[in-house]
T-cell receptor, first 111, second 120 residues
Framework: SQQGEEDPQALSIQEGENATMNCSYK?????LQWYRQNSGRGLVHLIL?????REKHSGRLRVTLDTSKKSSSLLITASRAADTASYFC???????????FGPGTRLSVLP | GAVVSQHPSRVICKSGTSVKIECRSL??????MFWYRQFPKQSLMLMAT?????????EQGVEKDKFLINHASLTLSTLTVTSAHPEDSSFYIC????????????????FGEGSRLTVL
């Protein structure tokens, strides 16, 4: 069963605005990762945050992790039309051997 | 980052035929690869974990005889959809993880570009 749950499932914003996506999970994790998928393509790794970290930055991306609430957020600042894609969070459980993906958020950035 | 190559990217076949999809790690050795299935506008569903030199571990509900997985070398895993039917039409994606501290994978996954299977 899917562990991660992204929220919202679909998000439409104007270019230049910030986009925030949330992910919740249920079990203890080793790390949480965010991936991006363009339509009909494979997934591209964006950022990994470990269970003992609270925030990470990478370019226009900012990821937070709240293990007490079992949730993470992905913020894309100054969005561009090229950011249009589906974004997935994936969790590796503490004793797990594989990653579990959430349903994803479909982001549309309108020019 | 590491590169995972998946082939073919698209395949159309008749019902009843078998289709093989290859997943290769090009610049690293992958002892573990994962096979996912993705329906339109949905998330990835893990089908099986492919382990080099041993039998694959299938997720609940995935037919082992239907989806044959072979991980014969440290750089190649194959998924064969046997006797394909229209309901097997889907997007299949493989991923591999760079070796890290054993036994648990802790690094990022590297994905192939996916293979779109259409069964007529």
């Amino acid at each position: 069963s899917q562990q991660g749950e992204e929220d919202p499932q679909a998000l439409s914003i104007q270019e230049g605005e910030n986009a925030t996506m949330n992910c919740s999970y249920k079990t203890s994790i080793n790390n949480l990762q965010w991936y991006r998928q363009n339509s009909g393509r494979g997934l591209v790794h964006l950022i990994l945050i470990r269970s003992n970290e609270r925030e990470k930055h990478s370019g226009r991306l900012r990821v937070t992790l709240d293990t007490s609430k079992k949730s993470s957020s992905l913020l894309i600042t100054a969005s561009r039309a090229a950011d249009t894609a589906s974004y997935f969070c994936a969790t590796l459980s503490f004793y797990g051997q594989n990653f579990v993906f959430g349903p994803g958020t479909r982001l549309s950035v309108l020019p | 980052g590491a590169v995972v190559s998946q082939h073919p990217s698209r395949v159309i076949c008749k019902s009843g035929t078998s289709v093989k999809i290859e997943c290769r790690s090009l610049d690293f050795q992958a002892t573990t690869m994962f096979w996912y299935r993705q329906f339109p506008k949905q998330s990835l569903m893990l089908m099986a974990t492919s382990n080099e030199g041993s039998k694959a571990t299938y997720e609940q509900g995935v037919e082992k005889d239907k989806f044959l997985i072979n991980h014969a070398s440290l750089t190649l895993s194959t998924l064969t959809v046997t006797s394909a039917h229209p309901e097997d039409s889907s997007f299949y994606i493989c991923s591999a993880i760079e070796p890290g501290p054993t036994p648990r994978p802790t690094g990022e996954l590297f994905f192939g570009e996916g293979s779109r299977l259409t069964v007529l």
